[in-house]
């Protein structure tokens, strides 16, 4: 039998919220076994270089992705001097590796009952692991997966902003994002931090963070590691196509609804969108 990660209240809350809102639940992960900085420095040694990012972390909380420097060290030197290195670190789909496979399987295996009826067949499941400096910042940015954001050493705090909010992401960025022509970074504005909520996460606490939800995070002010699991469903598929038909129909001259929020599902234009891509046509950025 598997160890439990998430206890009933959790899975509740989980559940209350999911998939459209942002909330923070217990979990039972901690820093042993994989979760180690030994064994982390020994997982960025295993994974393939593309599945290790690690830049400087005193960025900006608005910034260009070509512009990022990287630290001088090696990832896992990088993981073994967090204290110092100044850095941010992702190790990307730690799931390559078969006991981190098996882990995130776990993990997924019992938030499933909560997600499935709400948003489909999980999809796509893809886990990462954020080691960062302390007070690193991630730069502002939205991710098109669904999330849950497990800290298992130090603390952060995430500041999170309204998926609806246009201003902060504008449509033709969701398009242009879905057709591979859009960094995840967004660009950040002094006036946006007042319409952010800001989330502490301690050891322990796990943040749900909805599909696109854009967010930045600062750390805390030791060296922090959090395990991010995260999958696609039908519904975040779903909204994906419609973004992607939303730019055909921009092209084309008009001006086209956003896709809407959940509990709607956007069954029209991705049905509309699959249709155009089966045709064979491929819109261009
Ligand atoms: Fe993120």
């Known amino acids: 039998m598997s160890t439990v990660r998430f206890d009933p209240t959790a899975l509740a809350v989980l559940a209350e919220a999911y998939p459209a809102a942002p909330v923070t639940f217990e979990h039972k992960l901690a820093a042993e076994g994989l979760l180690t900085r030994a064994a982390l420095a020994e ?16 960025l900006p909380l608005g910034v260009d992705p070509d512009k990022v420097e ?12 967090i204290d110092r290195a100044g850095s941010w670190m992702a190790l990307k789909r730690i799931e390559q590796h078969p006991d981190y496979a098996k882990l995130v399987d776990e993990v997924l295996g019992e938030v499933r009952d909560v997600v499935a009826p709400r948003t489909g067949a999980m999809e796509r499941c893809e886990a990462f692991i954020f080691v960062s400096s302390p ?4 730069p502002l940015h939205f991710d098109p997966e669904h999330n849950l954001l497990l800290q298992i050493e130090g603390e952060k705090v995430m ?8 201003a902060i992401a504008p449509p033709r960025v969701h398009e242009l994002f879905h057709l591979g022509a859009h960094h ?7 006036e946006f931090q007042a319409r952010g909520r800001a989330f502490a996460l301690r050891p322990g606490q796990g943040l749900h963070v909805p599909v696109k939800a854009p967010h930045y995070v600062r750390n805390g002010a030791f060296p922090s590691i959090s395990l991010s699991v995260t999958w696609r469903s039908e519904w975040s598929c779903a909204e994906a196509d419609a973004r992607a038909l939303n730019h055909i129909l921009r092209r084309a001259g008009l001006a086209p609804r956003s896709p809407q929020q959940y509990p709607a599902r956007n069954l029209g234009k991705s049905l509309a969108y699959r249709a155009i891509r089966r045709a064979g046509v491929v819109p261009r950025p």
């Not at 997982?43 to 005193?58: I, R």
């Not at 007070?135 to 991630?138: K, L």
């Open 184 to 190: 995840r970074n967004l660009a950040w504005r002094d």
């Open 43 to 58: 997982l960025a040694e295993f994974l393939p270089a593309d599945s290790v990012e690690y830049n400087l972390g005193d």
């Open 159 to 166: 500041t999170m902003f309204p998926v609806t909010d246009e």
């Open 135 to 138: 007070h690193a910042v991630t």
């Open 70 to 81: 990287r630290p001088a060290l090696s990832a896992a030197e990088v993981i073994r001097q």
